[in-house]
């Protein structure tokens, strides 16, 4: 038969550990906790990617519109512009002041053209980045995530081996007092 000394260590030696199991149970949740939450995160990012790309894209594809009907409009004030001209009896097509102010038109809208394609570029090229970064992001938050559930494990893991030295050292120091 046991002592109620032994019994009541026991008993305390088992509410000991399974106080530290709990707490190895909630550590570990509570990476897994983390790398869930990181993971989602990521995920927005990931989509949020996709979204910034299409508005590259789309803001390039606009910029190319916006230059295309430029051009069109151009080509209407220049011919306009001549027709005006010839209407009024001057002469058309001979280098003259009119076929040169015909020619500036031009050149201004060729310039309106490749600005506006260039602004498409330009803005297609930071919508990449920010693409690019949200991916970045993304990369940076699974490994986040896969270190954070880690550390849960290793701290469970580390509570664990600390409970059980506790009550061996624990038992041994008692089994010493009753051995003497």
């Known amino acids: 038969m046991c002592s109620p000394t032994l019994a009541v260590m026991g008993v305390g030696m088992a509410i000991s550990m399974m106080g530290s199991m ?12 983390q790398n869930d939450a990181l993971q989602y995160q990521a995920a927005v990012d990931r989509n949020n990617a996709i979204i910034r790309q299409q508005d590259g894209d789309a803001a390039f594809e606009t910029g190319q519109q916006k230059a295309a ?16 001209g010839a209407g009024q009896g001057q002469a058309v097509g001979v280098d003259g002041s009119i076929d040169q102010v015909a020619g500036d038109i031009s050149e ?6 490749l600005s506006l394609a260039y602004e498409g570029a330009r803005d297609k090229r930071n919508f990449e980045t920010q693409a690019q970064n949200l991916r970045s992001s993304s990369t940076l938050k699974l490994f986040e995530g896969e270190n954070a559930e880690l550390q849960g494990n ?13 009550a061996t050292q624990t038992v041994a120091s008692k089994w010493s ?4």
Request: no cysteine; aromatic share 4%; hydrophobic share 45%.
């Open 22 to 33: 709990q707490q190895a149970d909630a550590q570990k949740k509570a990476g897994q906790a």
């Open 69 to 84: 009907e430029r051009g069109i409009k151009t080509a209407a004030d220049r011919a306009r512009f001549l027709a005006a």
């Open 108 to 113: 201004i809208g060729r310039m309106d053209q």
């Open 154 to 166: 290793a701290k469970a893991q580390g509570t664990l081996i600390s409970a059980v030295g506790s």
């Open 177 to 180: 007092a009753f051995k003497k």
